[in-house]
């Protein structure tokens, strides 16, 4: 589905310097021919993620010259209202600022005061990093950028992931690597093991996944790998203590950016060297099978895959049946791997149930929600309940949309996701029933206790259907009843949230919970200033909750 990205600013200068010297040094196989997954993004409304368009989209809006004047952002703590409860911006900012979007968090399971959030960043064209060692209340930024080892250039990144390892002590990041101008297309993972001072350096990323061959050094250019998301086992009595899960799409494409299929796939290790990454081996399985059909609908086309690990180290995963070339979503899936990710369910069982479910399908095929021209893609979140084993998945509904919009629904299992519950809707008014206007990107997760957190933009208090505020639902009993409050404190404008266009938002937000802090992490634009400067932009904000003192 869609996601991630970041444009290089300075790094845009950077970048641009060096293709032709990328292209000689990785041979005719390179050329100079246009990628294929450029030639999709021109061709096809949908597939492969709105962050990756946002590279196109963003260079075309800031101009060859614009990217000079861009100053590197400085290193001063964010600012924000420190007292429980208040919002606080987590990144520091260029000047004149840049957008940050898609964001991913996770917190030190043994001390969860300290946290690491990640997002796409258009200052370094990868990933900033924001870290806390105060349960939020205060954050420094750092940022990282991917380098291709096949060229020596720096590439773009982002759609980042983020999870911690018990077993190390490390947090970890992944985000992509990949060119405007090559066919190069990678996953990297990164580590910290100061608490997110300090990273592995982008050339020493470990490589999940690659259409590189670092022996034969010929580039498979059919292969474009999308949207990972990692996460790590951190049960000391699972057999498989500490292995590392990344699942991402896999586009196949013709040579006219057509993709024919678009399958889900895992990479997993159990061992990244801390003095260098690189050196870590990954295995890979075929979650959805390699399978070309039709229009790239099916079993072989899937996207927003979201991992979560279980007790006794079963490796779930949600996500949803999404057309490779047009961003429909027919069906919400559920597949999972008890052998550690060597194999998974024949067949992926499917969540949503007739008539209880219904993408959103604009004219245009691309999850525009109007009035507003952001992609508004059904991103979608998986979380599993430590204490009961009940897994509840949110996502964007639209079966109520002559009366209410899009509204966040949800669905629990409580076998291992073999069966699932009935739907219900979660973005609720007063009466219960679903609330006004448009909400969308749900992200899921459950605390130690078992209490579940939800998050979602919601537009139900602006009559326009404009400005987006953050809502939260919290559900004590096992995710039979939630109630929901507003919990930003200021609304913003998307259509100032990016560059010139405000096309891109980002595709989704983040959230981790713990009984000692809740990470609730969102996209942001309530202090775009796209009048003065000329350029549209969004941070990266969290609002410090504290369950234990409520």
């Not at 800031?62 to 911006?89: C, E, F, L, M, R």
């Not at 200052?123 to 950028?145: A, E, F, P, Y």
């Not at 992944?174 to 990297?188: W, Y």
């Not at 027919?330 to 949503?352: M, N, Y």
Request: aromatic share 10%.
């Amino acid at each position: 589905m869609k996601r991630i990205a970041a444009v290089i600013i300075v790094g845009l200068i950077c970048s641009t310097l060096s293709i032709a010297t990328s292209a000689q040094q990785s041979g005719d196989q390179a050329g100079a021919a246009t990628p294929r997954w450029v030639l999709h993004v021109a061709n096809y409304p949908g597939g492969i993620s709105n962050g990756v368009r946002g590279v196109l989209a963003a260079q075309g809006e800031i101009g060859g010259s614009g990217a000079a004047s861009i100053a590197q952002a400085p290193t001063s703590p964010s600012d924000g209202n420190p007292a429980s409860g208040k919002n606080v911006k987590m990144n520091d900012d260029s000047y004149p600022p840049m957008p940050q979007n898609e964001t991913a968090v996770a917190y030190n399971v043994d001390d969860p005061q300290i946290a690491v959030a990640a997002a796409n960043d258009y200052v370094s064209g990868g990933v900033v990093i924001m870290r806390t060692s105060d349960g939020g209340q205060k954050w420094l930024s750092t940022r990282n950028t991917p380098e291709f080892r096949g060229t020596g250039d720096f590439c773009s990144g982002g759609d980042p992931g983020v999870a911690y390892s018990r077993k190390e002590g490390a947090f970890y990041i992944s985000q992509l690597c990949f060119f405007r101008a090559l066919p190069f297309s990678e996953v990297h993972v990164i580590k910290s093991v100061d608490g997110g001072k300090t990273w592995t350096p982008g050339r020493q990323a470990a490589r999940a996944a690659s259409n590189f061959d670092y022996v034969t050094h010929t580039v498979d250019d059919s292969i474009f790998n999308d949207k990972e998301l990692i996460v790590v086992d951190n049960n000391p009595s699972s057999p498989l203590y500490g292995r590392i899960y990344v699942t991402y799409t896999k586009f196949h494409l013709l040579p006219n950016g057509f993709s024919d299929y678009c399958p889900l796939q895992l990479s997993y290790t159990d061992a990244v060297p801390t003095t260098n990454p690189l050196l870590s081996t990954w295995s890979h399985t075929k979650i959805q099978p390699d399978q070309p059909g039709g229009n790239g609908t099916g079993s072989s086309a899937n996207q927003f895959s979201d991992p979560v690990v279980e007790n006794n180290g079963t490796l779930d995963v949600g996500f949803v049946s999404e057309n490779c070339n047009d961003s429909v979503d027919p069906h919400l899936l559920f597949q999972r791997s008890t052998d550690g990710g060597q194999t998974f369910l024949a067949s992926a069982v499917q969540i949503d149930k007739a008539g209880q479910y219904l993408d959103f399908m604009d004219a245009a095929g691309d999850d525009t929600l109007p009035p507003t021209h952001f992609r508004a893609p059904n991103a979608t979140s998986l979380a599993y309940s430590p204490k009961t084993g009940t897994l509840l998945y949110v996502y964007q509904n639209n079966i109520n949309r002559a009366v209410s919009q899009a509204d966040i629904s949800y669905q629990t299992s409580t076998d291992g996701g073999l069966h699932w519950s009935d739907s219900k809707f979660l973005s609720t008014d007063s009466s219960g029933k679903p609330a006004a206007n448009d909400q969308f990107f749900p992200w899921a997760a459950s605390d130690e206790s078992g209490r579940f957190y939800v998050i979602w933009f919601d537009r139900r208090l602006d009559p326009a259907n404009v400005r987006i505020n953050t809502w939260q639902a919290v559900s004590g009993n096992d995710a039979t009843s939630f109630s929901s409050a507003k919990i930003s404190s200021q609304d913003w404008n998307p259509n100032d949230g990016f560059f010139t266009s405000g096309a891109f938002i980002g595709d989704y937000n983040a959230l981790a919970a713990s009984t000692e802090a809740v990470y609730a992490v969102w996209t942001d634009g309530r202090d775009s200033a796209r009048a003065v400067t000329g350029i549209g932009e969004t941070d990266i904000f969290t609002t410090v909750q504290r369950p234990n003192s409520d």
